[in-house]
């Protein structure tokens, strides 16, 4: 295992009417930039729970973040940020939410084309304004790590940027809002959690065992949610499973001091940005190609993932991984989820070489934990997903 260093300082409160801790949390008197989606929260009274919550605060509204959230929206949250002179943002929202207030919340501070941070900077390290989180929808783990994802719609650039000043100073989990989820965003969230688990366990063996551990749990833990949580979003228990398992999944505890791959997102990204698809759907078309790809360097952790978390027996490393895949697939399928890109658009022919040139374009030439995911490798990825 690798030396790590662990710091998280997100407030988490997780249950049932946990949204009125609000009031608490915020420093009275604060201006509030209060931020939120295209309007799923004025249908299931989650809008009415933070605005009761908020009644002792001066509140400024931003809405119409939209999915995959877009520069050109946030901008203007920025703008308004600004002008209003707030000094708090709560985001009420999904993971999109989540990632714009990380993205208003830097560029408030920041000196220079905003653009740049996303594209070129991506690191941040200067004063950000602070802010905290209502979760809506468990998936992405964004409500309590420092990292965020943006469009630039003008030139389809959907890239990350991280930072230490970006964890939300609270995040509040109820679980009764998946009860208003359509079933696509619950299956998006499962698979979405599902892959962020594989990128940081599915690597090579590392000595980790406690890591592997808690990354195999949190797996067996969303295959056995799943089923109850797609029949009925109002089950409390299975929901706070759910929610809790994907905040674990990607809060930085699980790939502390070990490898990690991410490859998988970075083409998954490009397949949003191209063709509109669901995060977590374009995981789900991509993960297993890549794990048949690279079989050689991660058999050995295909297998034990077949091993402990779907029971697969045998000697043999690469027969199990081979079937640990299949079983992925299967677990993808259960969700409702389709695996190849052909599935969800006609478009699909050139995806491989345009994203191939894109990640050259920006030096990305050899990825993944060895930095054996060459371009050549992803051509053979995507062009096997189709
Ligand atoms: O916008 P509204 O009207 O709120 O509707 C949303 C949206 O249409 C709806 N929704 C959310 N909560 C709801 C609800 N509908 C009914 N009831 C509720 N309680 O769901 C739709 C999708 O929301 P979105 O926030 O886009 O989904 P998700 O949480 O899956 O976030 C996806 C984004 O997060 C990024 C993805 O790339 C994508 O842009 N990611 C962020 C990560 C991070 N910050 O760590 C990591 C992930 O790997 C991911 O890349
Ligand atoms: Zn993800």
Known sequence: MLNFELYNPTRLLYGKGQIAEVSNLIAPGSKVLLAYGGGSIFKNGIYDQVKAALSDFEVIEFGGIEPNPHYETLIKGVALAQREKVDFILGVGGGSVIDGVKFIASAIYFEGDAKDIILKIRRVDWQTMPYGAVLTLPATGSEMNNGGVVTIVETNDKMSFSGEPLYPQFAICDPTVVGSLPIRQIANGLADSFVHVLEQYITYPQNAALQDRFAESILATI????????????????????????????????????????????????????????????????????????????????????????AISGQDDETIALEAIEQMV???HSLGIQTTLSAYTDKYEDAADRIVKRFNGRNWTVLGEKKLITLEKVNEIVKRSY
């Open 223 to 310: 295959i056995e949610v799943a089923p109850r949580i797609l029949k009925d979003p109002k089950d409390y228990d299975a929901a706070m499973t759910y929610m809790w398992s994907c905040t674990m999944a990607l809060n930085g505890l699980i790939g502390k001091g070990v490898a990690q791959d991410w490859v998988t997102h970075a083409i998954g990204h490009e397949l949003t940005a191209m063709y509109g698809i669901d995060h977590g759907r374009t995981l789900a078309i991509i993960g297993p190609n890549l794990y048949r790809v690279m079989i050689d360097s991660k058999k050995e952790k295909l297998a034990q993932f077949g091993k402990r978390v779907f």
């Open 330 to 332: 299967a677990f993808f």
